[in-house]
């Protein structure tokens, strides 16, 4: 079992910065694999980014590389998004998710779901 807290959403204009948090509980963190999804109003869940367990692995989604960057600590059990140069279309609830395998995008491939975090991002 395994619990996701996030953290660090908020209002932010654009082009600017904000860095999303997510702690997540239980033992063997390391062997979670790791992705953050975002959901703007009316539409569905999208994948933005995954980490392997050690974190020598990252995926993307296309649309997002060179602007977000996802990195964990194992340590202190958190994985956080780094999220730059940002977009009104950015605006979404952003959800931390984990995974036992695979650095996949499909939401039905993630076992855990933190509750999300709001990010606004105005003109």
């Known amino acids: 079992q395994v619990q996701l807290v996030e953290s660090g959403g908020g209002l932010v204009q654009a082009g600017g910065s904000l860095r999303l948090s997510c702690a997540a509980s239980?033992?063997?963190?390391?062997?979670?694999?790791m992705g953050w999804f975002h959901q703007a109003p009316g539409k569905e869940r999208e994948f933005v980014a995954a980490?392997?367990?050690?974190?020598?692995?990252?995926n993307y989604a296309d649309s997002l590389k060179g602007r977000f960057t996802i990195s964990r600590d194992n340590a202190k059990n958190m994985v956080y998004l780094q999220m730059n140069s940002l977009r009104p279309e950015d605006t979404a609830v952003y959800y931390c998710?984990?995974?036992?395998?695979?650095?996949?995008?499909?939401?039905?491939?993630?076992?855990?779901w933190g509750q999300g975090t709001q990010v606004t991002v105005s003109s």
């Open positions: 239980g033992r063997t963190f390391s062997q979670w694999i």
């Open positions: 998710a984990a995974r036992l395998s695979g650095l996949g995008d499909s939401t039905n491939q993630y076992t855990f």
């Open positions: 980490i392997s367990g050690s974190g020598a692995s990252t």
